[in-house]
C-alpha cells in the first residue's frame, strides 16, 4: 500500500514539476565549477549545430546572428547537469572570441522529455560576418577537475557571401547591390552581334557586359545620366558562336565600386518575327485558291441542305417521336388473337414509333392477382391516356398455325379481360369525356363482331396504313378524338 502511494506520488510530483529552461549570459573568463572538484560530471553533448539567421533590429536594418542548437544525451549523466557553455572563435582579418553560458532554471528529473524525444535547446545571439570562419567549441557544466579532460563537442561554420539568401540582408549587401534585380536576357541577334536587356538600380548608372564562351569574345559598357530604375539595352558585337554562351554585367556602385556582386545569363536565339509574304506571291496563289474557297462553300452547304431535309423527313414521318410527349396506353385483346404474332408486335410498335408506355395483362399477373381482375382493370383504365382494344378480324385458325401454341404460351394462361374490359367502356358510354379515351385498331379488315358492335362509335385505325394518324391521335393526350357525330350510347349488345 505505501509503495503504491509513493509510486503515485512521484507521477503526482512529475506532472506538476516544470520542465528545465534556460538562461544565457557572457561568460568569457573560467567557470567558478572549474576550480572545485566534483565527485561526477555531465557527459558531453550529443549532437551541435550551427545556422545563420535573420534578426530585424530596425527598420529596413537587418542583424545576422548565429543560432546555436545542442541536444543533450539521454543517460544518467543528465541528473547532475548545471549548464552548458558556449565559445564562439571568429577567423578572419583578426581572431575575435567570446564565450556564452547557458544556465537550466532547473534540475533535469528524466533522462528525455515527456514525449520520449531528447533535450534539445538552443541560443541565438552571437553576430555573423560576411565569408567568415567560425570555430564552435561547447561543454557542459560542471566540467572535468584541473588536471582531467572535459568532455566537450566543436564545430566549423563557414559564413556565407553576399548572395545567400540570409546574408544579401546584411546593411553592407544592401548597399552593395543584393536585393537588386536586373532581370537580364540575353539573345542572339545574328552571327555577329547579342542583345542584352536589363533593369538597371538606383545604387548606381555605371554598367558593363561580358560575353564569354571559354574566352571573352565581345564586351560594351553603357553609363546612364542618372541613377534609376529603367530598362536597358546593349548591342554587342561578338567574335565568335554566341549561343549558350554566359553573359556577366558588372555594375559599379558607390559603394562597391569594382567590386560590386555581378549578375550573370545565358545567351539564347531571338524569337524570329513572322516572315509577310511577299505580294507576288501571294497572287500567284490567289488563282487555286478561290476556287477551292467556293468548292468548300459549296460543299457546306449541301450538308446542311441535307442535314435540314433530314430533320424534316423524321419530323413528318413520326411526329409524335420528337413533337408529343409519353403516353400510357392499356391494350386489351380478345382470347383469340395469336399473342406472339400480334400482340407482341403491336406492343413493339406503340413502344418504339409512338412514344407509348404499354399496359398488357400478361405483364402484371401478380398484380391482378393481389388486386383481382375488376379492380386492377379499373385502376388501370383510370390511369391510361388511351384504351385499345385489339381486334383479331376472324384469323385465329392461321394464326394458331403461325404462332405454334404451346403449354407455356401467355395466351394459354392469361385471363380474358376482353369482356370486363367492354363493360367499362359501356358503362362510361353515358359520358362523352370518359368513352373519348377509347380506340380500336385492326389489322386486316374493319370487322367488329355483333356482341361488340358498341365499338363502332370508337376511333378505328387499320395497320400499317394509317400508321402516322394513328400515332398522331394516340399521343394527343387530352384532346377531343373526334368532333363528329357519335352513335347512341348505348345498345342491345352492351351487356353480356
Not at 537580364?184 to 545604387?203: D, P, R, W
Not at 571559354?214 to 561578338?238: A, F, K
Not at 505580294?279 to 449541301?302: S, T, Y
Request: glycine share 4%; net charge positive; proline share 7%.
Amino acid at each position: 500500500m505505501s509503495l503504491a502511494l509513493l509510486s503515485l506520488a512521484t507521477l503526482c510530483w512529475g506532472a506538476v514539476t516544470p520542465e528545465p529552461m534556460i538562461q544565457c549570459g557572457p561568460e568569457n573568463g573560467p567557470s567558478p565549477e572549474w576550480m572545485v572538484p566534483h565527485p561526477l560530471i555531465p557527459g558531453e553533448l550529443k549532437d551541435l549545430q550551427v545556422e545563420p539567421v535573420r534578426s530585424n533590429v530596425a527598420m529596413e536594418d537587418y542583424l545576422i546572428l548565429m543560432n546555436i542548437s545542442w541536444t543533450l544525451r539521454a543517460d544518467a549523466s543528465i541528473f547532475v547537469l548545471k549548464a552548458t557553455k558556449i565559445c564562439v572563435t571568429g577567423l578572419n582579418n583578426f581572431r575575435s572570441s567570446s564565450c556564452v553560458r547557458c544556465n537550466y532554471t532547473e534540475a533535469f528529473q528524466t533522462q528525455t522529455r515527456s514525449s520520449g524525444v531528447r533535450w534539445v535547446f538552443s541560443y541565438t545571439g552571437f553576430p555573423v560576418e560576411l565569408n567568415t570562419l567560425y570555430y564552435i567549441g561547447a561543454h557542459n557544466i560542471p566540467s572535468a577537475d584541473t588536471n582531467e579532460d572535459s568532455p566537450s563537442m566543436s564545430v566549423n561554420f563557414t559564413s556565407p557571401g553576399c548572395l545567400d539568401h540570409i546574408m544579401k540582408y546584411k546593411r553592407k549587401c544592401i548597399r552593395d547591390g543584393s536585393l537588386w534585380d536586373p532581370s537580364i536576357t540575353a539573345c542572339k541577334k545574328n552571327e555577329k552581334t547579342v542583345e542584352v536587356n536589363f533593369t538597371t538600380s538606383s545604387l548606381g548608372s555605371r554598367y558593363m557586359a561580358f560575353i564569354y564562351n571559354g574566352t571573352v569574345i565581345g564586351h560594351s559598357s553603357v553609363e546612364l545620366h542618372q541613377s534609376n530604375l529603367t530598362r536597358t539595352s546593349l548591342v554587342i558585337p561578338v567574335t565568335g558562336e554566341s549561343q549558350g554562351a554566359m553573359v556577366q554585367l558588372i555594375p559599379y556602385f558607390h559603394t562597391c565600386q569594382n567590386d560590386c556582386i555581378r549578375r550573370k545569363a545565358t545567351v539564347v536565339l531571338c524569337p524570329q518575327p513572322p516572315v509577310p509574304v511577299p505580294l507576288e506571291n501571294r497572287k500567284g496563289w490567289l488563282p487555286f485558291l478561290l476556287p477551292c474557297l467556293l468548292v468548300a462553300i459549296w460543299v457546306l452547304v449541301i450538308g446542311i441542305y441535307l442535314a435540314w431535309r433530314h430533320e424534316r423527313i423524321k419530323k413528318m414521318s413520326f411526329p409524335a417521336t420528337t413533337l408529343l410527349p409519353l403516353s400510357k396506353v392499356l391494350v386489351v385483346y380478345p382470347p383469340e388473337i395469336c399473342f406472339h404474332h400480334t400482340v407482341c408486335y403491336f406492343t413493339a410498335f406503340l413502344q418504339n414509333h409512338c412514344r407509348s408506355e404499354v399496359i398488357i395483362e400478361p405483364w402484371q399477373k401478380k398484380k391482378i392477382a393481389e388486386l383481382g381482375p375488376v379492380q386492377w382493370l379499373t385502376a388501370q383504365k383510370k390511369a391510361s391516356d388511351k384504351v385499345i382494344f385489339l381486334l383479331s378480324n376472324d384469323a385465329s385458325a392461321e394464326c394458331d398455325g403461325i404462332c405454334g401454341k404451346s403449354k407455356d404460351s401467355p395466351g394459354d394462361s392469361s385471363q380474358d379481360l376482353f369482356p370486363l374490359a367492354f363493360n367499362l367502356f359501356c358503362s362510361d358510354l353515358r359520358s362523352q369525356a370518359l368513352w373519348q379515351k377509347y380506340m380500336v385498331v385492326y389489322f386486316r379488315e374493319a370487322d367488329t363482331k355483333d356482341d361488340y358492335s358498341a365499338l363502332s362509335v370508337c376511333p378505328k385505325y387499320h395497320l400499317m396504313k394509317e400508321a402516322t394518324a394513328f400515332c398522331t391521335e394516340l399521343l394527343r393526350v387530352g384532346q377531343q378524338a373526334s368532333k363528329g357525330k357519335r352513335r347512341p350510347t348505348c345498345h342491345k349488345s352492351c351487356s353480356l
